[in-house]
């Protein structure tokens, strides 16, 4: 089966728990996936990252799933998130070990397929630390996409290997559906910032059945994290929604970061704006067309705008400045000439308001650090 032909949806255990992992997590987590309306939301994937393992192989050469932070083993923690109509997610890497020091899967390849698919798993991460310095990125995850597409079971493959060794050359002939292409997110707005920036020219090398991970998602985590690296003082949550909303528009996969059983309001409004998770899961996944603002400090405002699968147009404007600033998007630069008879009528996507129908031009006042997210349609004046 074709897998990843819109950006995954799910929840990953690594931004807020980071080592702190066990069977129980998983399953209450996957228990609030349905009880929150996550998962009617779309949201799919519930994915173990690293640490789950014992720091050996067994005699036979397969990784040993630690007995007491998962006692009934993986195959009944799969068993029980499909249980609730979900699927279930692992980790690996592609050098000799993981990034926290346990079995990674170097020339254990198909072996290590072959055990994630009896397990029942549906999704593997593949990180990229101690890996031997003669091998390079593409041999080693052509090796473990080959393995994978091989094991009798659909395991959507996502890479990470951070952006290193030109990876968007290769990667999406390697095999896999998806790939980090930056240093780790932590919970801070300069990083969510730093990120964004990092990939505006990267938006060419995203699309259906590889897609250009920007990391899993910090909304939510208020500087929660059980890992004092990630933890990073958190963000407020109008910088959670401007993360969001910037994810969803670059088409990245949304995995979840935060605690979903323990979520605020503001938390569940954004990871669950419909207009929002439509725009990144439009049937087209069309990568959004970027300017920066002509007469602002560089950097500052970037609106971006992509046409959707039913001849609307998702519109956004992103301030990354530390006071308000104004942006201005000329419906000209879009496609639409001047004086045409023809208008954008536009919803106001995070004040769930109509405005009405523009002509020629949108200035809008953007927020330090907000945005402005819009869905327009052509209407004939
Ligand atoms: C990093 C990776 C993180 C997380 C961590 C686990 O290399 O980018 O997302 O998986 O390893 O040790």
């Known amino acids: 089966m074709a897998l990843a032909a819109k950006p995954p949806l799910g929840w990953n255990s690594w931004n807020t728990f980071s080592h702190d992992i066990n069977e129980d997590l998983i399953k209450e987590t996957a228990d609030a996936m349905v009880a929150t309306g996550l998962k009617d939301a779309g949201y799919e994937y519930i994915v173990i990252d690293d640490c789950w393992s014992l720091r050996e192989r067994d005699k036979n050469g397969r990784m040993v799933v630690d007995p007491e932070k998962f006692p009934s083993g993986m195959k009944a923690l799969a068993d ?43 999704y593997l991460k593949y990180d990229y630390c101690n890996k031997p310095r003669h091998l390079d990125g593409p041999t080693l995850y052509r090796r473990m996409a080959m393995a994978l597409r091989n094991c009798g079971r659909d395991i959507l493959f996502s890479a990470c290997n951070w952006g290193n060794d030109n990876t968007t050359e290769w990667i999406r002939n390697s095999g896999a559906h998806m790939y980090r ?22 938006e060419k090398f995203s699309g259906p059945y590889c897609f250009n991970d920007m990391d899993m998602l910090i909304v939510g985590m208020y500087g929660k994290s ?27 996969p949304l995995m979840i970061g935060c605690d979903i059983r323990d979520m605020n309001e503001d938390t569940k409004k954004i990871l669950m704006n419909k207009d929002i998770l439509a725009i990144n899961q439009d049937a087209e996944v069309r990568t959004p067309y970027w300017r920066k603002e002509w007469d602002e400090e560089p950097e500052t405002v970037i609106h971006m705008w992509k046409p959707l699968e039913n001849g609307d147009y998702a519109i956004g404007f992103f301030n990354f400045h530390d006071g308000d600033c104004s ?3 000329q419906f000209f630069d879009m496609g639409l000439p001047t004086r045409c008879g023809y208008g954008l009528r536009l919803h106001d996507i995070w004040e769930d308001k109509d405005l009405g129908v523009f002509t020629d031009r949108l200035e809008t006042v953007i927020p330090a650090h907000g945005c402005k997210m819009f869905r327009a349609s052509l209407v004939e004046l």
């Not at 592609?94 to 994630?116: M, N, R, V």
């Not at 059980?226 to 990245?252: D, P, V």
Request: net charge negative; hydrophobic share 35%.
């Open 181 to 202: 292409s930056t240093g780790d997110i932590v919970d801070s707005w300069q990083s969510v910032k730093s990120i964004a920036l990092s990939q505006m020219d990267m």
């Open 80 to 122: 029980y998130v499909h249980s609730k109509g979900l699927k279930f997610g692992m980790y690996s890497c592609a050098g000799t070990h993981t990034c926290a020091g346990f079995p990674g899967s170097l020339d254990y390849e198909f072996i290590d397929a072959k055990t994630f698919a009896e397990w029942g798993v549906d």
């Open 327 to 329: 942006g201005r998007l």
């Open 226 to 252: 059980h890992n004092g690296y990630i933890a990073a003082g958190g963000c407020t949550t109008e910088e959670y929604r401007t993360h969001f909303s910037l994810w969803a528009m670059m088409n990245s």
